[in-house]
């Protein structure tokens, strides 16, 4: 599977984002699907994730109550809305893909997008 992601940019604190990530490739709704983010001189850091057939999507702490990840089977793309957006949230956002059921570890991850910038401004 091919993933591409867009949607980053800059934002004043306080605001929103919604990234969206365009998977290409067959079986869409069988994979895990997640966001990472990693911030400047930092280690990629686990995000949200939804996974086939769960109901429940999980998040790190840091972002539960504001970010939202959602998925879409029909056009084969996933979404992470990030509302009420600090400055620690300033990161490249990549998306990935799993088969399976992948820790919050990224190297549980075997496919991933190129990553999109977001930078929150004071």
């Known amino acids: 599977v091919q993933l591409q992601a867009s949607g980053g940019g800059l934002v004043q604190a306080g605001g929103s984002l919604r990234l969206s990530c365009a998977a290409s490739?067959?079986?869409?709704?069988?994979?895990?699907m997640a966001w990472f983010r990693q911030a400047p001189g930092k280690e990629r850091d686990f995000v949200a994730a939804v996974y086939p057939g769960v109901a429940l999507p999980i998040y790190a702490d840091s972002v539960k109550g504001r970010f939202t990840i959602s998925r879409d089977n029909a056009k084969n793309t996933v979404h992470l809305q990030m509302n009420s957006l600090v400055i620690e949230d300033t990161a490249v956002y990549y998306c990935?893909?799993?088969?399976?059921?992948?820790?919050?570890?990224?190297?549980?991850?075997?496919?991933w997008g190129q990553g999109t910038q977001v930078t929150v401004s004071s």
């Open positions: 990935a893909a799993a088969l399976g059921r992948p820790s919050q570890r990224d190297y549980t991850y075997a496919y």
């Open positions: 490739g067959r079986s869409f709704s069988s994979y895990a």
